[in-house]
C-alpha cells in the first residue's frame, strides 16, 4: 500500500471567527478522534450517563487500526440516563432543539447530531444486541473508556447490514480474531 501525503488547505468558504464557537483542537468534521472520546467520557461521567462506545469508533477504542467520521455511543434507554445525556450534550457544546431534546429523552432508535463540535450518533437501540444490559456484561474498560466488546460490535453491524459495514466486516473479524489471542 503506498502512502499519499496531501498538503491540507483551508477552504475558501471556511468563515472567519469558527474559532469563536469550538475550542482548540475541535473541528465541526473530519474524524473521530482520541480528544473527542476523552471529552465525551469525561462529560458523560460528570452526569453520570449510562452509555458504551460502539461501533467503528468503539473498535478504534480498543486498538483497531482505522478511521471513521463520527463517535457512536450505545444509550441505556431510561428516562433518568436520558435527562442526564441531555445535559452532558448540552455542555460538550451541542445545540439541542425541542424535537431533538424530545428524541433524546424517548430514547429515539438512532439519532445522529451534526450540530456540535464533533458528530455524534446516539444509538438507544443496536441491531443485534438485545438489551444494554447484555452489552454491559460484556463490555470493556479501555483506560477509562466503556466499550462494546468486539463480537458486540460485530453483530450490529452485521444485522445493520449496510454496504460500509460489509466492506468493513471482514477486517473487523481479523482485528478481533488477533484482539483475543492477545487477551
Known sequence: MMLVIVPLKQYENTVSGVKKN????WVMAGVFSFHQAERVKKILRKYK???????KSGAILLGYSDTTQDADI???KDLQNTKYLVSALKELGFNLDEKMKKDILR??????LHNGPF???????????ESFEDAWKRHLEIQ?????HPDDIIRSK???NRVKDRESLPRLKAFRDYWKKLQ
Open 22 to 25: 469550538f475550542q482548540n483542537g
Open 49 to 55: 450517563v449510562q452509555y458504551l462506545f460502539i461501533g
Open 74 to 76: 450505545f444509550v441505556k
Open 107 to 112: 430514547g429515539k432508535d438512532f439519532i445522529q
Open 119 to 129: 458528530d455524534l450518533d446516539l444509538i438507544f437501540a443496536p441491531d443485534g444486541i
Open 144 to 148: 477509562g473508556y466503556p466499550v462494546c
Open 158 to 160: 452485521e444485522k445493520a
